[in-house]
Every structure is written in structure tokens, then in C-alpha cells.
């Protein structure tokens, strides 16, 4: 059963920079595909990032594309968000997800494992 918890969220500037972190526990990390989404206030929960068990594959949702950069550790059971160039329109509640995967899959959706979110908040 993993559990994860993301921190690094906070309020930043049209523009600026902010590095969000997601650190899991009770699994083997490695077998893992992790992604992030994101849930703005009145909006569905969209897919923001993946990246694949051995970190070889990602993949990204077309709004973030070259903005954004997912990373991961298996050595320390952490996977990272890097966001540069945030928008107002990137405002929202991050959340780090987990799925298991036999290969070096990058899915966007049937994620069964979520964190408690951290909120990110862009000002114009």
C-alpha cells in the first residue's frame, strides 16, 4: 500500500519558478509509474505529468509542455515537478499519484494511489 506525500507548493508570481516535491512510502518505488495532476476551484481533477517506473518516459499535458519537468529518484522514493514560466491559469491544488505498472508505461488516468495535494497559487 503506498503512501505519498507532496510538499513545495506555495504563492509565486506570473513568471516565476516552483519546485514541487512527492516523497512515497510502503512500496517498491520502482514499480511504480508516478504522475501529477491538478485540481483548480470549480474544475475536474486533469493529468499534469508522467513519468515511466525507470524514469526513461515522460509525458506531459499539452499546457505545460516545455514548461514544466517531472523527475524521479528510486533511490530515495521521490519524484519532483519542476515548474518554470507559471501562469495564473496554473493555479491549483498539485497532486502526486501512483500506479503500478509491469512496464515502462507512461498512463494519464486509473491512478489508485493520491497524496493529500499541495496548493499552488500563480498571481498575475
Known amino acids: 500500500h503506498v503512501q505519498l506525500v507532496e510538499s513545495g507548493g506555495g504563492l509565486v508570481q506570473a513568471g516565476g519558478s516552483l519546485t514541487l516535491s512527492c516523497v512515497g512510502s510502503g512500496g517498491t518505488f520502482s514499480n511504480y509509474a508516478l504522475a501529477w495532476f491538478r485540481q483548480a476551484p470549480g474544475t475536474e481533477r486533469e493529468f499534469v505529468a508522467v513519468i515511466s517506473r525507470a524514469g526513461r518516459v515522460r509525458n506531459y499535458a499539452d499546457s505545460v509542455r516545455r514548461r514544466f519537468t517531472i523527475s524521479r529518484d528510486n533511490s530515495k522514493n521521490t519524484v519532483s515537478l519542476q515548474m518554470n514560466s507559471l501562469k495564473p491559469e496554473d493555479t491549483a491544488i498539485y497532486y502526486c499519484?501512483?500506479?503500478?505498472?509491469?512496464?515502462?508505461?507512461?498512463?494519464?488516468?486509473?491512478?489508485?494511489?493520491w497524496g493529500q495535494g499541495t496548493q499552488v497559487a500563480v498571481s498575475s
Open positions: 499519484s501512483a500506479r503500478y505498472t509491469v512496464t515502462g508505461a507512461t498512463p494519464t488516468n486509473g491512478y489508485g494511489y
